[in-house]
């Protein structure tokens, strides 16, 4: 994390103050014994945390054509670590020192040597801690949830990449149809079992017939400068009420639950290693207010589409969905072997 930023939890979900360009990357490093690595920052004035524990990352540069990127040339840099299999786990957020919001992807992956024989450039040392022994360090709240959370999923033996952490692009032909990729999910390359993740979608069409799409922010965690559905994940809610919210977050639209019918799934696998995910589809018949951006982090504009002239770049899946809509079908396999 650079030295501008602190983290937080407070922010408003659903007016974030949020920087317009920078992106964040840090990695959640864990070896064998479900111990991690940790960071122990420098202690002097003007940085974020001095002298606490935290996590290896940093800022976004204008090389990095992706935040997987980012996290790579920072672990380089900063502990000349190279983690050949990391996956995108959860999106934080941070608040710099201009009072702007700042998104943060936190990625996961494994390692077990000695950080001891690791050249270490940036603050004083690394080691591994067990989650039980982190309250008693001088660690950012947030960082020590971030490492509960990841640890009780590991050790229920259900570890996979957080939804809306993907950031795989998906392949297109030259007409812009989607591509059939036959992929292998993260349970088939990891032999674990791996928990199907539950997306919702809203499929809105106005009086003309015209659907909404929305514009993804280019350093979106999934999809950057793409347009998707108005989309989410469940956080302890059924389907139906996550879409409702969602509505209401993204994009100030108030949706009835009576209002809201099921038409079509997708179910599939993005890119080699992830998990697989189950896309729902609903349409609301009704809604009251006008698209607005109120999470510009993620989208940065609400447009209405002929369904024969849709936009490019569009997210497959989402493309499959509105066909398999339109054709009456209730359901798009994409990805599997």
């Known amino acids: 994390m650079n030295d501008q930023t602190s983290q937080t939890d407070s922010a408003p979900p659903h007016q974030p103050r949020v920087h317009p360009q ?178 919702v979608h809203l499929y809105l069409e106005n009086a003309h017939g015209e659907i909404l799409l929305g514009l993804r922010h280019p350093d979106s965690a999934y999809a950057g400068k793409t347009w998707h559905f108005l989309a989410g994940h469940c956080e302890q809610e059924s389907a139906v009420a996550c879409l409702v919210r969602e509505a209401r977050e993204e994009a100030g639209l108030l949706i009835d639950p009576g209002d809201v019918e099921y038409v079509h799934a997708v179910h599939l696998i993005d890119a080699p290693g992830t998990p697989p995910r189950m896309q729902l589809v609903f349409r609301a018949r009704h809604w009251t207010g006008t698209p607005e951006i109120l999470e510009p982090d993620r989208c940065v504009s609400w447009s209405w589409w002929r369904p024969e002239a849709l936009p490019e770049p569009l997210v497959p899946y989402a493309r499959a969905a509105i066909d398999g809509v339109r054709e009456g079908r209730l359901y798009t396999e994409w990805g599997w072997t």
């Open 22 to 199: 920078r992106a964040n990357a840090s990695a959640l490093i864990y070896n064998e014994s479900g111990a991690y690595l940790l960071h122990l920052r420098d202690d002097r004035p003007g940085i974020w945390e001095p002298g606490s524990w935290s996590l290896l990352g940093g800022g976004r540069e204008p090389g990095d054509r992706c935040l997987e990127e980012t996290i790579r040339r920072e672990l380089r840099e900063e502990a000349g670590l190279d983690i050949p299999d990391l996956l995108p786990f959860a999106v934080e957020r941070a608040r710099s020192s201009d009072g702007t919001t700042i998104p943060i992807q936190i990625f996961a992956g494994q390692w077990s040597g000695d950080p001891t024989d690791l050249e270490l450039t940036e603050g004083v040392m690394l080691h591994w801690f067990r989650p039980e022994v982190m309250p008693r360090l001088r660690m950012a709240p947030s960082t020590r949830e971030l490492v509960r959370r990841h640890a009780e999923l590991l050790d229920a033996g259900r570890y996979g990449p957080a939804p809306s952490t993907t950031f795989a692009d998906a392949d297109t032909t030259a007409a812009g149809r989607p591509q059939q990729q036959r992929t292998r999910s993260a349970a088939a390359t990891s032999g674990r079992p791996v928990p199907t993740i539950i997306g």
